[in-house]
């Protein structure tokens, strides 16, 4: 039922049957937002951003939270719990605004309660430990291919689900190529349901669908965001992910911390870049990303210092282009003792770049784990100098270790590799 017969055939409604059509998911939705049949182990909901995904999580814990027999406890977890609690729970889509009035829970800390006795406990992503005691008969995870220590959060959360007859999970995220992401699509326990924004046009503002599906649509980022396609690589990338090699067995000589300071510290300023690197026989090993944001200058310095002392650099390579002397004496006023190189940029980050990436091409730098984030921003680097449409603040600090170690003295020994 479309135009003015759906309108007046809700005029002659009352509120609680209004109210009841509204929350009759089942009648509404589109087919690719139910829970796909077989006997599946997590469901893999990967969309564009307004999708609709998020609704099609929260109903499905409906769903399972209100049967005749609720399935309880169950996890919510977010990337943060102040992102779980604002989307998951409280959001327009969240479990609060899709139940009707009888059957709507209550938040109680981070619990969430059922009227019928069931409840879900909000966890956030970012704190994998924190899944060790609980434990639950099912879990809805959210964005996924967001989360800092996605592989640790998930398999932490795995051996937490152990009650009920068929403990189940549900994953909805925009789709990057993590590893978690690529283990859940070639895991054959998950089901896979794809979305595209377009999908679900008629419920999103037409200013959005003008100015931003509008003006991304067909670009690398739109095919990722708005049309839910995990892109491996950029094209003409300096970097791809067949280039990263994971550093095993390998043995730090001389460490560095590179630090690449935003131009303010306020909570809108660019991140302050802070990666940890050694040389590596003839080649290098990045060891740690400790990017921090917001990062006030004290913040970063004393992240930066901190740094030092843990793998006992030899320095700090700090860039003062936007602060000059006063990058060196922040740092001083943490620790005077710690030797700072300052280093400035005379080229684009792009050219600066280049003679990096091709390190990495020749298989001389190997990566520990633990480095998404900066890797999904490496990837993400494009010719503009700027990655995702942001600072490329972790790339900035990886080129200065990088070229410290292995590009500034011409007089060390030809490189051959790790």
């Given at each position: 039922?479309?135009?003015?017969?759906g309108a007046?055939?809700v005029?002659?409604?009352?509120d609680?049957?209004?109210?009841a059509?509204?929350?009759?998911?089942t009648?509404?939705?589109?087919p690719?937002?139910?829970?796909?049949a077989?006997?599946?182990?997590?469901?893999?909901?990967?969309?564009?951003?307004?999708?609709?995904?998020t609704?099609a999580?929260?109903?499905?814990?409906?769903a399972i939270?209100?049967?005749?027999?609720?399935v309880s406890?169950?996890?919510?977890?977010?990337?943060?719990?102040?992102e779980?609690m604002a989307?998951?729970?409280r959001?327009?889509?969240?479990?609060?605004?899709?139940?009707?009035?009888?059957?709507?829970?209550?938040?109680r800390?981070?619990?969430?309660?059922?009227?019928?006795g069931a409840?879900?406990?909000?966890?956030?992503a970012?704190?994998?430990?924190?899944?060790?005691?609980?434990?639950f008969?099912?879990?809805?995870?959210?964005?996924?291919?967001?989360?800092p220590?996605?592989?640790?959060?998930?398999?932490?959360?795995q051996f937490?689900?152990?009650?009920?007859?068929?403990?189940r999970q549900?994953a909805?995220?925009t789709?990057?190529?993590?590893?978690?992401?690529k283990?859940l699509?070639?895991?054959?326990?998950?089901?896979?349901?794809?979305?595209?924004?377009?999908?679900?046009?008629?419920?999103?503002?037409p200013?959005?669908?003008?100015a931003?599906v509008?003006?991304?649509r067909?670009?690398?980022?739109?095919?990722?965001?708005?049309d839910?396609?995990?892109?491996?690589d950029?094209?003409?990338?300096?970097?791809?992910?067949?280039?990263?090699?994971?550093?095993?067995?390998?043995t730090?000589?001389r460490i560095?911390?590179a630090?690449?300071?935003?131009?303010?510290g306020t909570?809108?300023?660019?991140?302050c870049?802070?990666?940890?690197?050694?040389?590596?026989?003839?080649?290098?090993?990045v060891?740690?990303d400790?990017?921090?944001?917001p990062?006030?200058?004290?913040?970063?310095a004393?992240?930066a210092?901190a740094s030092?002392?843990?793998?006992?650099?030899?320095?700090?390579?700090?860039e003062?282009n936007?602060?000059?002397?006063?990058?060196k004496?922040?740092i001083?006023?943490?620790?005077p003792?710690v030797p700072?190189?300052?280093?400035r940029?005379?080229?684009?980050?792009?050219?600066r770049?280049?003679p990096?990436?091709a390190?990495?091409g020749?298989?001389?730098?190997?990566?520990?784990?633990?480095?998404t984030?900066?890797?999904?921003e490496?990837c993400?680097f494009?010719?503009d100098g700027?990655?995702?449409?942001?600072?490329?603040?972790?790339?900035?600090a990886?080129?200065?270790?990088?070229t410290e170690?292995?590009?500034?003295?011409?007089?060390?020994?030809?490189?051959?590799g790790?």
């Amino acid at each position: 039922m479309t135009g003015s017969s759906g309108a007046e055939f809700v005029a002659t409604l009352g509120d609680d049957e209004v109210e009841a059509l509204l929350c009759d998911w089942t009648s509404w939705a589109r087919p690719e937002q139910l829970a796909p049949a077989g006997d599946w182990t997590s469901w893999l909901l990967i969309g564009g951003r307004g999708s609709g995904k998020t609704r099609a999580g929260a109903e499905w814990v409906r769903a399972i939270a209100t049967a005749e027999r609720p399935v309880s406890p169950i996890a919510l977890v977010g990337e943060t719990m102040i992102e779980a609690m604002a989307v998951m729970v409280r959001g327009e889509s969240g479990l609060l605004a899709i139940h009707r009035s009888d059957e709507r829970p209550v938040v109680r800390g981070n619990m969430v309660h059922w009227p019928n006795g069931a409840v879900a406990q909000v966890m956030s992503a970012s704190d994998p430990d924190r899944f060790r005691g609980p434990q639950f008969a099912a879990a809805w995870c959210d964005e996924v291919a967001k989360w800092p220590d996605a592989e640790a959060a998930w398999d932490m959360l795995q051996f937490s689900l152990r009650l009920g007859d068929c403990p189940r999970q549900i994953a909805t995220t925009t789709p990057k190529p993590t590893r978690l992401l690529k283990r859940l699509l070639a895991d054959p326990r998950t089901a896979v349901t794809r979305m595209k924004t377009g999908d679900n046009a008629a419920h999103l503002a037409p200013d959005f669908l003008e100015a931003v599906v509008g003006r991304y649509r067909g670009s690398v980022l739109g095919r990722q965001e708005l049309d839910g396609e995990m892109i491996e690589d950029l094209p003409d990338a300096l970097w791809s992910r067949a280039m990263f090699r994971r550093a095993e067995g390998v043995t730090a000589e001389r460490i560095v911390i590179a630090v690449d300071p935003p131009v303010t510290g306020t909570s809108r300023s660019d991140a302050c870049g802070i990666i940890v690197a050694g040389r590596a026989g003839e080649g290098a090993v990045v060891l740690e990303d400790r990017t921090l944001k917001p990062a006030s200058p004290l913040g970063w310095a004393r992240r930066a210092v901190a740094s030092f002392h843990a793998y006992g650099a030899d320095a700090i390579i700090a860039e003062v282009n936007q602060g000059g002397d006063l990058v060196k004496a922040v740092i001083a006023q943490v620790d005077p003792d710690v030797p700072v190189k300052a280093v400035r940029a005379n080229r684009g980050k792009w050219l600066r770049a280049e003679p990096v990436a091709a390190l990495y091409g020749r298989g001389l730098v190997a990566h520990a784990e633990g480095l998404t984030e900066l890797e999904d921003e490496m990837c993400a680097f494009g010719a503009d100098g700027r990655a995702e449409g942001h600072s490329p603040d972790r790339v900035d600090a990886l080129v200065w270790a990088l070229t410290e170690l292995m590009l500034v003295d011409a007089t060390r020994p030809r490189l051959r590799g790790l």
